[in-house]
């Protein structure tokens, strides 16, 4: 059962993380996670124990935000479903195919990826899929007769030795023609015509019932048969073999490029090594349960998310971070799906199923980055709608008016527009764009960057104005107390005891830095705790009233504090209404912030820090990374204003604003690019942002914006490219300059140079 519940008066991302570690590890419930934008809760739970596991949520929630109002939120859930078109390379065919499939009623969404030959389907009942899959068929059916639609990947042969045998044959016979005369010269011209054209023809007869015109079976077979009726037989049959050769290398470079995409996002494990009984059993990741020991091998993939229990080892986590450093692991450590074993034999204890796991959400993200296209994807899709039509138009006219009204005879003017017909296709673009985003997508997650829709890609391209997080994204997070001031003769070993025993349920970093210091914990002295948002701790110690946390909390309890102390984050104590000390904690800055604040600045980029912490802290880092402007002591919802303040402050451009994670979440979705740091292991960020970047590196910020740079000028090389040819070839043929020789290069010729144009966005 799936249920969603609004929390009404969530305030504290902090506690939504603990709320949803602690729920998850409910009995029972399979999966939970807390949306702190929304303020919801989705939970996946045993349905014979609801009203005992709800009881159990309810109080968890409750002891960490009293002041919460639980409703249940009635849902329609929605489905995704993925299809896999066989044998689609047409990308015109695919905005048309993707364009109905849209309009079939339960469809909410639908996205083709061309790249891989994908249907990515959002329906809204499971019971109306049968009725929907078969309406798909049929309009697939409709625009590419030969496509089959799977609803599982399989391994296709293709038809490569086929398609060579036909054309080195027809070849063979057309240049036999040359050797005769006549009646024979004719009949070998037709004969090589129909057996190297034969499928483009049947294609275009297929399509024509099925309504389907302007499509480059139909205007290849309508250009090549008019030359055979004014007489060009020789170059009908030639320019049929030129543009057969060009599609089959087209299709090679397309398959090319989808190899090397994929090769990039090759991260998924084939199987795992299942635990049953004293043997090992090869199977399936999908058909691991929580809770199943499996066994890692040297050289093997990490299949599934877990706790090591036995062994030590060093993993490559490259696929995921982009990291060629390894990481050294023993028993207890955390390990994600996509990690390589390099050395040593790990036994692991799973904690998620892999449809669940870090590994498969990443796939899904990068695979369904297309649904979020580009300005520049969906302006070539309407303009590919309008051009062939115009161009198909001008060839009619080209053909009928100039020989009327200059009284010319009427085969060299259709031999011309038969030229136009042939340059009309606009596959060059439409399959050459999708495909260089895509690979876009695909090198920047070979980085361990993910980024969630080529729109996201190209807005990169237009960023003005950078706003950070302080801690953990310009500094390391990793905190240590620089110093411990007390007052009033009490001894400063009392004032991290108070401190340490308020922080004990907090797992903010200021409060582990501060447990880490002082040691172990006696739980039974701790009578009641509140953790108050954005202010700090409050909690009663033995008999003590405590108060741990920031300037403005004593200042709101009229507790007199002093705050001359050294430089850094101050965690102010106070027991009893009485202040006792300080505790001065410091975060180093990150060695790679101030070579990319540095360039960001170089590339015309405005950059802004939002901090909670105190004005001297953030005044020392923003000084020393030489940040254009920056702003302290905000709360999480201040930076949301303060962000939509410097919107207003920009001008034409993007804003970006770097979070390291759930503390962050609003304003990483108020951003127009959210980009959450440090991310690896946290469904939250990554589900918040609109970038992630899985490493903790802040220079790969930059290497972002580089691939979106080098993405955006392959594109539009593509573009500039396709465009200027075809135009060129449709302006000499009016003027009877080109033949069709020209004009097939234009279409299929110029398209292979594009395709193979995109693959250069995977290589470095």
Request: charged share 25%.
């Amino acid at each position: 059962m799936r249920k969603e519940f609004i929390l009404y008066g969530l305030g504290c991302a902090n506690c939504a993380s603990k709320m949803e570690g602690k729920i998850r590890q409910l009995n029972g419930v399979k999966d939970a996670s807390i949306d702190f934008v929304n303020k919801t809760l989705a939970i996946d739970i045993d349905t014979d124990n609801y009203e005992i596991i709800f009881d159990e949520i309810e109080r968890i929630i409750l002891s960490i935000e009293p002041d919460i109002i639980i409703k249940e939120k009635t849902i329609k859930r929605m489905l995704n479903k993925t299809l896999i078109l066989v044998g689609l390379n047409c990308a015109n065919c695919a905005a048309k195919i993707e364009k109905d499939v849209k309009n079939i009623y339960g469809v909410k969404d639908a996205s083709i990826n061309i790249s891989s030959q994908k249907l990515i389907l959002t329906i809204d009942d499971e019971k109306n899929w049968e009725d929907i899959l078969s309406q798909i068929k049929l309009i697939v059916n409709k625009y590419e007769p030969d496509v089959k639609v799977e609803e599982k990947e399989i391994k296709v042969k293709t038809n490569l030795n086929r398609e060579t045998i036909f054309i080195v044959l027809g070849t063979t016979l057309f240049l036999l023609a040359f050797l005769f005369e006549n009646s024979l010269r004719q009949v070998l011209f037709i004969l090589s015509y129909v057996i190297i054209g034969y499928d483009i023809l049947l294609k275009a007869v297929k399509n024509i019932k099925n309504g389907q015109v302007f499509d480059e079976n139909f205007l290849m077979s309508i250009a090549t048969i008019g030359a055979f009726i004014i007489g060009e037989m020789p170059e009908a049959v030639s320019v049929m073999l030129f543009y057969k050769v060009g599609e089959t290398l087209q299709d090679l470079a397309v398959e090319r490029s989808r190899k090397s995409i994929k090769a990039l996002l090759d991260i998924r494990p084939d199987y795992a090594n299942l635990m049953v009984g004293h043997e090992l059993k090869r199977v399936n990741p999908d058909d691991v349960k929580i809770g199943d020991i499996i066994v890692v091998k040297a050289g093997e993939k990490v299949p599934l998310d877990g706790i090591i229990i036995a062994g030590n080892s060093s993993l490559d986590t490259s696929a995921l971070t982009g990291e060629s450093v390894l990481k050294d692991v023993a028993v207890g450590d955390e390990v994600l799906a996509g990690f390589i074993n390099k050395s040593g034999v790990l036994k692991i204890k799973v904690t998620k199923e892999f449809k669940a796991s870090q590994v498969n959400k990443i796939l899904e993200l990068v695979e369904g980055a297309n649904r979020r296209k580009a300005k520049t994807e969906n302006f070539i899709t309407k303009f590919a709608r309008v051009y062939t039509p115009i161009v198909v138009l001008l060839a009619l006219l080209i053909a009928c008016v100039p020989p009327i009204i200059l009284r010319q005879p009427f085969s060299p003017w259709i031999y011309r527009a038969l030229i136009f017909l042939v340059v009309s296709c606009p596959c060059a673009l439409v399959i050459s764009i999708p495909l260089g985003f895509f690979g876009g997508i695909g090198a920047a997650s070979k980085n361990g960057i993910l980024v969630k829709g080529s729109n996201y890609l190209e807005a990169l391209n237009y960023v003005n104005m950078a706003v950070f997080d302080k801690t953990g994204t310009l500094t390391k997070g990793k905190l240590r107390i620089k110093n411990i001031m007390s007052e009033g003769g009490i001894d400063k070993v009392k004032v991290l005891e108070y401190a340490a025993y308020a922080e004990f349920y907090s797992n903010h970093p200021i409060a582990q830095c501060i447990l880490k210091e002082y040691g172990d914990i006696d739980k039974s002295r701790i009578k009641e705790h509140k953790e108050i948002s954005g202010f700090g701790i409050e909690a009663r110690i033995d008999d003590n009233e405590v108060l741990v946390g920031n300037a403005k909390l004593m200042i709101d309890r009229g507790i007199n504090i002093r705050e001359d102390y050294d430089v850094g984050t101050k965690v102010y104590v106070a027991v009893d209404g009485k202040f006792i000390g300080c505790i001065v904690i410091e975060d180093e800055i990150k060695e790679d912030a101030k070579m990319t604040i540095d360039f960001l600045k170089k590339m015309g980029v405005r950059t802004v820090m939002l901090t909670g912490d105190h004005k001297d802290v953030a005044s020392d880092v923003a000084e020393k990374l030489a940040l254009d402007d920056y702003y302290y002591g905000l709360l999480p919802d201040q930076k949301v204003e303060k962000l939509e303040e410097l919107e207003i402050q920009k001008e034409n451009g993007k804003i970006i604003f770097v979070g390291d994670g759930i503390n962050d979440a609003p304003v990483i979705a108020r951003a127009d690019i959210g980009i959450a740091m440090g991310a690896l292991g946290q469904d939250a960020a990554i589900e918040a942002a609109d970038i992630v970047i899985m490493n903790d590196q802040i220079k790969n910020i930059l290497t972002a914006m580089n691939i979106a740079k080098k993405t955006k000028k392959i594109v539009w090389q593509n573009i500039y490219l396709a465009l200027f040819v075809k135009i060129l070839v449709m302006i000499i043929a009016s003027f009877g300059i080109a033949n069709m020789w020209e004009a097939v290069f234009a279409d299929v010729g110029v398209a292979l140079l594009a395709v193979l144009n995109s693959i250069r966005i995977t290589r470095g």
